[in-house]
């Protein structure tokens, strides 16, 4: 056939049939792979189909499907779509998102579904709907392609599913890491010759100390994800309120080795501290698992609605897209921003999405929603991970694997590396460390670490919103790598504001529960010694143009950079002391010109060095 472009998130993406797969719902949510007229399982589940190459002899693919949808046992058949220059099988859902124009009223709406013989499934607002294809209608791919050429369609976008990628581990080429370093690290792996960055983790261990137990029982962390062994040891006695979303049922299925996912991410936020094995984040937190990733509308709106209306506190997501084929819609944005924003009974449910493996430029689109805390990756040595995704939207990173792995839960049917022999199926080094575990790592593993840490936030402080969460996780975390990869506002496209504290992020959570005054700390260099400065004060007048490079919270950080750049660069360094959300603050301005074009040289002679900053009017800052 030819190719269809269709309306796919913010912008078109064209299909292409596939030549061998279709899409089949059983009546009972049968197992199709025994019937005669299936000839390969391609994937169990999708979109509620299974995604299945049909014994078809000599006749066309059409006239199979057609005869298999007669089938006593077939409810729907569909064909199966891939987006060009994707690998990803697509299932259209039969659901389509109408957006009308405005001015548009519901009689003259109607007509279009008559038309096209569809039927009215949801009413968002006046002009947007959801419809569904019926037994006379074509396929909604076509339908969706026909309305968006109809006079009184705005926006017409067929609901697809696709599995969406799980940010695992990048390995065997990456040296990985050992015995939980990730929650604190003393600078060795313990049972293995290898030498790690000391104080280079998450600092759980500290904020398990500064709180004096591991986090409240009455936190719900939601892990959205497939492959979850609810029989696993550190996870069996916690389990809160499960869902397979792609059953629609409270059972969630176990076994298939397709999907082991689930089960390390979930450890590494909360598995049980109970003598033996791993311990998560927030050991005590309850575990929600909810199964089922989907690309679909329904799907999105029913997993997080799920959340929402089932008491889950903090969602983890390990995983997502940047296939630009896959971008968000708008009503999929919604559904997230709705749990962010009315969860936990309008505070909102703290939504935790990995940015992705891919080494790209930029992060996953579900990452790069507004109201998610976006996670990025950090080695054992306090460096970047490789495979981590860079952008703008990234909060913070975590530590994980790209030197040395951390430890995680395995799924008692995970089959481990397929290219691996023996124990390196599991572990990097071959040295088994039991058989209900494995080395993990990626962005995967760095999520569902910050979302554990969040929930000892709440368990400290469980009057925090969301919002709240992820400031304080934006500004109690660690500056790694070098100076001049953050920006003036303290961030950088590789470690977003830094490297997440947990001891930090608890202590604020308590200081604002408290209403007391906030610790002001100061670098690490500062505290090891190199605190002693020779300084003069003379007053600035107001005016004049200089180069602001940043804001400080800490006067020992202020001393030790305005040291640094008076030297470096041969120009006098201006602090302007100011109130910000009632803490003192240190804005530092570097340079004290009568010409903007003075002020503008320094700035870009700054820039070549790698410091970025901004002319700043002097006459502003009073």
Not at 28 to 35: H, P, V, Y
Request: aromatic share 8%.
């Amino acid at each position: 056939m030819s190719k269809l472009t269709i309306k796919s998130g913010k912008g078109n993406i064209r299909l292409r049939k596939s030549r061998s797969l279709v899409g089949l719902k059983s009546k009972k949510q049968k197992d199709l792979k025994n019937e005669d007229f299936v000839k390969e399982t391609i994937l169990p589940r999708l979109g509620g189909f299974e995604v299945v190459k049909l014994d078809r002899g000599r006749r066309s693919l059409d006239k199979k499907l057609d005869e298999v949808r007669a089938h006593e046992d077939i409810e729907l058949g569909t064909h199966v779509y891939f987006a060009e220059g994707s690998k990803k099988p697509l299932v259209p859902t039969g659901e389509i998102m109408i957006t009308y124009q405005e001015g548009s009223d519901e009689e003259e709406q109607n007509i279009v579904l008559d038309e096209y013989h569809l039927e009215l499934v949801e009413r968002r607002d006046n002009n947007r709907i959801i419809a569904k294809v019926t037994e006379k209608s074509k396929n909604p791919i076509k339908v969706a392609a026909a309305l968006e050429g109809f006079s009184l369609v705005k926006i017409a976008e067929p609901d697809l599913d696709a599995l969406l990628t799980e940010y695992d581990f990048i390995a065997p080429r990456d040296e990985l890491l050992s015995h939980q370093w990730h929650l604190k690290n003393d600078g060795y792996v313990i049972d293995a010759a290898r030498s790690l960055k000391r104080g280079a983790d998450a600092k759980v261990v500290d904020a398990w100390q500064r709180i004096g137990n591991t986090g409240s029982s009455d936190v719900v962390i939601a892990v959205i994800d497939n492959g979850f062994d609810l029989t696993h040891p550190d996870l069996k006695n916690k389990i809160y309120k499960p869902y397979d979303l792609w059953m629609g049922s409270s059972e969630i299925l176990q076994g298939d080795p397709s999907f082991t996912h689930g089960t390390p991410c979930a450890s590494v936020a909360l598995a049980a501290s109970n003598g033996d094995g791993i311990v998560g984040a927030a050991p005590n937190a309850k575990f929600m698992p909810v199964s089922g990733t989907s690309f679909s509308l329904r799907a999105t709106e029913e997993m997080f609605n799920y959340c929402i209306d089932n008491g889950a506190d903090v969602i983890s997501c390990s995983w997502g897209t940047t296939d630009p084929a896959f971008n968000l819609n708008a009503m999929k944005e919604e559904a997230i921003t709705k749990a962010a924003t009315k969860g936990r009974n309008g505070k909102g449910c703290v939504v935790v999405y990995a940015v992705g493996n891919e080494s790209e430029d930029f992060v996953s689109f579900y990452s790069a929603h507004p109201d998610v805390i976006a996670v990025g990756a950090c080695t054992s040595q306090d460096e970047h991970a490789s495979y981590s995704n860079k952008g703008l939207e990234i909060d913070v990173v975590a530590p994980s694997n790209g030197d040395w792995p951390i430890i995680a839960a395995r799924a008692w049917w995970d089959n481990g590396l397929s290219w691996q022999i023996g124990e390196k199926r599991f572990w990097y080094d071959g040295l088994s460390r039991g058989n209900r575990y494995k080395h993990f790592g990626g962005t995967s593993s760095a999520t569902p670490l910050v979302a554990g840490i969040c929930a000892l936030m709440l368990s400290v402080n469980p009057d925090l919103k969301a919002s709240e969460v992820k400031t304080i996780i934006r500004k109690t975390a660690d500056k790694i790598g070098h100076p001049s990869e953050y920006d003036f506002q303290g961030h950088s496209r590789k470690y977003g504001y830094g490297r997440v504290n947990a001891d930090k992020a608890v202590a604020e959570a308590i200081r604002l529960k408290e209403g007391t005054t906030p610790v002001v700390e100061v670098d690490e260099a500062i505290k090891s010694g190199e605190g002693l400065f020779e300084f003069s004060v003379k007053k600035q007048k107001p005016e004049g143009f200089g180069v602001q490079l940043g804001v400080f919270a800490a006067y020992g950080n202020v001393l030790r950079n305005a040291e640094k750049f008076e030297s470096r660069f041969g120009e006098k360094v201006i602090i302007h002391i100011n109130e910000i959300e009632g803490r003192t603050v240190y804005r530092m301005v570097l340079g004290a010109f009568t010409r903007f074009s003075d002020a503008k040289k320094l700035q870009a002679t700054l820039n070549q060095a790698g410091f970025n900053g901004f002319v700043r009017d002097l006459s502003q800052l009073t």
